[in-house]
């Protein structure tokens, strides 16, 4: 349903979001993967995020918007049963304007108008390993006529993105000039995270000036596998201090680099910041808006320490070391316990009023 907030259309030019098609990456030949690793290098240089095709995972797609419009669809009291019991359980439900992505940045903004449901890795899912049970907790899923079917069109995008996520960690590693399996030597036991969004603004809700879909923000692991409806609202900050539209295209799913990346690479490869504001039809009336974003973030115990081709002639780092663990504390304690970030000054910077 639309809905009309009073506030004008605020519609940006469109960014250029380059489109790549990883299908041959596999059984390609040296020189078709070398191809891909250079136009991955090239996306990642220049906007931090790419459309792919190509990916593998088509067939699986129909199922997860039908999952998404399942469990959204749901009386408030039913999702609301879902809630972890604390900030720092990063599953369950989040109910609308719970949540401030700025506050991942150390940035003051009003409440996000988003709603979202988070799936995870979990401790059952290593038995061989002794990990937190915190981190990797075990997902709450919600129970209604229906929930056996949303639980396995969800868990089946899980495995579906991981997939992809791994196979882009990949291209990276070769990109930069690595053996293909370096990235992933810190992935063994990643901190996966699948977070399905839904922005719905209420008849008669006054959206503020400055309130956002979801606000400006880096994401915090490694790699973002994101699916979208072909609904504007997800804007992109440039290196202008200009923020521009992405649109995603027909069978295409957009990727973008999370802040470990970015550490791992000095900078060579910034993560992008990112934002949606409310979604609005042609019309400029508010519309629904759905997406998927697949976080693969990394081992908990990692040590993210700049890689040697990134450092500088001295073998310094713009960045120092710091734990996959330590590192989403930081940010999730941001964005979810709604406590300014005080470690993010360098992506803050970032942050244009242009």
């Known amino acids: 349903m639309s809905h009309d907030s009073g506030q004008p259309e605020r519609a940006r030019p469109e960014a250029e979001v380059p489109m790549i098609d990883i299908g041959d990456w596999v059984d390609g030949s040296q020189a078709t993967r070398k191809a891909i690793a250079a136009s991955v290098d090239d996306a990642c240089r220049q906007v931090g995020f790419m459309q792919i095709v190509g990916h593998g995972v088509d067939d699986v797609v129909d199922r997860l918007a039908t999952a998404i419009d399942r469990f959204f669809a749901l009386p408030m009291g039913l999702k609301r049963e879902t809630i972890a019991p604390r900030p720092s359980i990063n599953r369950g439900y989040t109910p609308p304007r ?5 506050y991942s940045l150390g940035v003051v903004s009003p409440d996000d108008l988003f709603e979202a449901f988070n799936v995870g890795s979990a401790v059952s899912d290593f038995p061989d390993l002794m990990l937190d049970p915190e981190i990797y907790a075990e997902n709450i899923w919600p ?7 949303f639980r396995r069109d969800v868990e089946a995008w899980f495995a579906a993105a991981g997939s992809v996520a ?13 053996p293909a399996e370096r990235l992933r030597q810190s992935t063994d036991h990643s901190i996966d995270v699948l977070r399905l969004n839904h922005y719905d603004v209420p008849d008669g809700v006054v959206v503020e000036e400055a309130q956002m879909g979801m606000g400006a923000h880096t994401d915090y692991g490694i790699v973002t596998v994101l699916w979208a409806d072909a609904v504007p609202g997800l804007e992109i900050l440039l290196a202008d201090g200009s923020w ?14 999370g802040d470990l990346l ?3 690479t000095n900078d060579r490869w910034l993560s992008t910041m990112h934002r949606v504001t409310p979604p609005r039809d042609a019309a400029g009336r508010l519309t629904r808006r759905r997406s998927a974003a697949f976080f693969h973030d990394g081992d908990a115990d990692a040590t993210i320490s700049t890689l040697a081709p990134c450092r500088a002639s001295d073998g310094s780092s713009s960045y120092d070391d710091v734990t996959v663990a330590a590192h989403l504390a930081q940010k999730l304690g941001g964005s979810r316990a709604l406590e300014l970030n005080p470690s993010a000054e360098r992506e803050a910077s970032r942050i244009s009023t242009r």
């Open 262 to 264: 970015a550490r791992w």
């Open 244 to 257: 521009r539209s992405v649109m995603p295209q027909p069978g295409a799913l957009l990727i973008n680099l």
């Open 166 to 178: 791994r196979r882009m960690t990949e291209i990276f590693s070769v990109a930069l000039g690595l």
């Open 143 to 149: 129970d209604f006529d229906g929930g056996a079917d």
């Open 98 to 102: 719970s949540e401030r992505l700025s």
